[in-house]
């Protein structure tokens, strides 16, 4: 029976979780706002490992419910069902169970309905016009279609079963439980952007930032990764690949591996814009590489000189090295941005094995392939 069982909670019945540290890691002149949380978990009977996820229930930001509300001439107390069905108050509903961040196209479709210069919008619904609502939808959220078409109504109740349900949201674990058995870490970079004139807030990240207090339990449950493991042989070497946020899982490999004493060697690639705010956990990164935890720590500060620097122009670097340890048998892990850092850092892999191996680019990519059935390369990118 596998040691990662997690009765009785789970994400049909969240473990409601305290936030006892929620503690900027960027600093001030950073453009951005990344923040370490720590949540209890104590009491719970919580199982975890260095890999999983944690999987957050967030609630809306009560400001943009209250404009919603108002824009549709509801007082909130309206009795509207919930996406399982119970009746509960229309304020509550647009906090904790629906989404109002993202549109649906039914949203939009009964829009176009009911207001003769939205009809496109109900056109919208099929596949072929998918382009067109894309980029309609581009920093676009529920409020942005009921203000451009302000005479359109609805009752309480077709109004939310027009809103789809509101989702949770994954998190790296950043802490090993060998280290804080009751403790769950994360390292979250807070999503706010401007478009269409308004600010625009990322709705589980700045819930976590800002509206969380120590006093209210915030809904959790554990995701499991199992393609995310540290190797289970601990002598082998491990490469850690996490730019930005992509560095919390490494962070609870690290702890994991010094927890044990694994003899097995750690290389860490972390980037970011700037070393003088943005390197995430520096000095427990910097001690740990002094004590011998993390053998070499590499990294890439993109806006601290002219041209941008990312972790896989340091890889290139380090081809020799790298590709040696591949050759003793070392795990390859990446984590973070999915849509280009994940592709580039495959590509700048392809290159080290081409280069540092004296391999044909088809001999490079069998080599990769081999790593991957062997389930020695490892991604868990968003
Ligand atoms: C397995 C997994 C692990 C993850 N681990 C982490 C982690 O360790 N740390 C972490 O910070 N995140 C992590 N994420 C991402 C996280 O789950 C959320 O997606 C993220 O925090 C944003 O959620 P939100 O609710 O704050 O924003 P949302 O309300 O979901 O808004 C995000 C959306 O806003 C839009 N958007 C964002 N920026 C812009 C922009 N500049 N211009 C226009 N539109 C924009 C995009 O449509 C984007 O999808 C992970 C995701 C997965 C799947
Ligand atoms: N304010 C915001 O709302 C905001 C801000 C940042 C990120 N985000 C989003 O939040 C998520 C997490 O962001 P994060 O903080 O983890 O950092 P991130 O955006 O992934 O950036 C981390 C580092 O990776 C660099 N990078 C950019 N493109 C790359 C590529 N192709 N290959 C390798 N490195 C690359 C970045 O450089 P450059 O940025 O200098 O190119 C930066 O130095 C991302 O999905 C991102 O889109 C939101």
Aim: aromatic share 10%; glycine share 6%; hydrophobic share 35%.
């Amino acid at each position: 029976m596998s040691s990662c069982i997690t009765p009785p909670y789970s994400r049909k019945n969240p473990f409601p979780g305290l936030l006892r540290t929620n503690r900027r890691l960027t600093a001030s002149g950073s453009a951005k706002d990344t923040r370490h949380y720590e949540v209890s978990i104590a009491g719970s009977g919580l199982l975890y490992e260095a890999g999983d996820s944690l999987g957050v229930f967030p609630q809306n930001d009560p400001l943009l419910v209250e404009e919603i509300l108002a824009r549709l001439r509801f007082d909130g107390h309206e009795l509207v069902s919930n996406p399982s069905g119970d009746m509960i108050p229309m304020r509550e509903a647009l906090l904790r169970h629906y989404a109002i961040t993202e549109p649906s196209k039914q949203f939009l479709a009964a829009i176009g309905e009911k207001d003769p210069a939205a009809s496109h919008f109900s056109a919208w619904s099929a596949p072929e016009s998918k382009e067109h609502l894309e980029t309609y939808l581009w920093g676009r959220e529920v409020i942005d279609p009921l203000l451009e078409h302000p005479e359109v109504h609805f009752t309480p109740e077709e109004f939310v079963k027009l809103l789809r349900k509101l989702q949770p949201r994954l998190y790296s674990i950043a802490s090993s439980p060998k280290m804080y058995p009751e403790e769950i870490h994360l390292t979250v970079a807070t999503v706010a952007y401007e478009a269409l004139g308004r600010q625009r807030l990322g709705v589980c990240s700045t819930f976590l930032a800002s509206r969380v207090t120590e006093d209210i339990p915030v809904s959790i449950f554990i995701h499991s990764a199992k393609h995310f493991r540290l190797p289970e042989d601990p002598s082998r070497h491990i490469i850690m690949i996490g730019p930005g946020t992509g560095i919390a899982p490494f962070r609870a490999f690290l702890q994991d591996r010094k927890a044990t004493g694994a003899p097995g060697k750690h290389w860490l690639f972390f980037g970011d814009q700037r070393r003088d705010t943005d390197f995430l956990y520096r000095e427990e990164l910097e001690s740990m590489h002094k004590e011998g935890t993390l053998h070499r720590l590499h990294t890439a500060f993109s806006r601290d000189q002219q041209d941008k620097i990312y972790v896989q122009h340091r890889m290139l670097e380090e081809a020799q090295e790298l590709y040696s340890w591949l050759e003793e048998g070392a795990y390859f892990y990446v984590c973070g941005d999915a849509s280009r850092m994940a592709k580039d850092v495959e590509h700048a892999l392809l290159k080290t094995i081409e280069l540092a191996g004296g391999k044909s680019p088809e001999d490079a990519a069998a080599y990769i392939d081999a790593m991957k059935k062997e389930k020695r390369y490892r991604k868990d990118v968003y």
